[in-house]
């Protein structure tokens, strides 16, 4: 009977944060003006305080970051005629997920490709007493790594190593003892890393 229990408070758990990832997923609007190189209006909806707007190349290279200030509506006009020729992506960041835009820049204008844009999901990590539970969507059957490791006197030390293959949504509850540890989360070519007190 406690292990029912078990199970059916852990599905609870799962089926709440998942509910909420999905909720927040896909709710970022975009609605680009483009008149060339120089009058780009970018326009984002369903934002809050605290997410990360970012321009890249797709060498990683942050060319813009900017913290969002209000929740709502962000609207920016941005001149990408300084830009050379070539492949970039805006990038918003949010709780739960990435947004990808990627744009490209010729010689006199900037062709957004609204067919590329993607959303990758970030982890969800919580921890309840000794457990650490962790929640992944991964639409697109992506690779997950996950590894855990303890950290003592900024010593680090790999206590645990997963690579999780072909699943939609991965699932994972782990117990650590009293300590001091950080979870890192590869996924997406992103890192994520977490850092528990327990």
């Known amino acids: 009977m406690k292990n029912v229990i078990k199970t059916v408070k852990k599905c609870i758990l799962t089926v709440t944060v998942f509910a909420s990832m999905l909720t927040s997923a896909n709710e970022i609007s975009t609605r680009i003006v ?29 060319l813009y970051e900017e913290v969002i200030k209000y929740s709502g509506t962000y609207r920016k006009g941005f001149d990408l005629s300084a830009l050379p020729n070539g492949d970039y992506f805006f990038e918003v960041e949010k709780d ?37 539970f962790i929640s992944k969507l991964t639409p697109e059957l992506e690779s997950v790594k996950i590894q855990i490791f303890s950290n ?27 300590g001091n540890y950080f979870i890192v989360i590869n996924s997406d070519n992103k890192e994520f890393t977490k850092f528990i007190n327990n």
Do not use: C, M, W
Request: aromatic share 8%; glycine share 4%; proline share 2%.
């Open 34 to 62: 483009n008149i060339d190189a120089k009058s780009t209006s970018f326009t984002l909806n369903n934002v809050k305080e605290g997410d990360l707007l970012t321009i890249k190349d797709y060498e990683g290279v942050v």
């Open 152 to 178: 003592i006197n900024n010593e680090r030390e790999l206590l645990h190593s997963e690579n999780i293959k072909g699943a939609q949504k991965v699932e994972r509850v782990y117990k650590l003892e009293k």
């Open 96 to 132: 739960f997920e990435i947004k990808i835009i990627p744009f490209t820049v010729n010689t006199k204008n900037v062709v957004f490709n609204k067919e590329n844009e993607e959303t990758k999901f970030k982890p969800f990590i919580s921890q309840k007493n000794n457990l650490v």
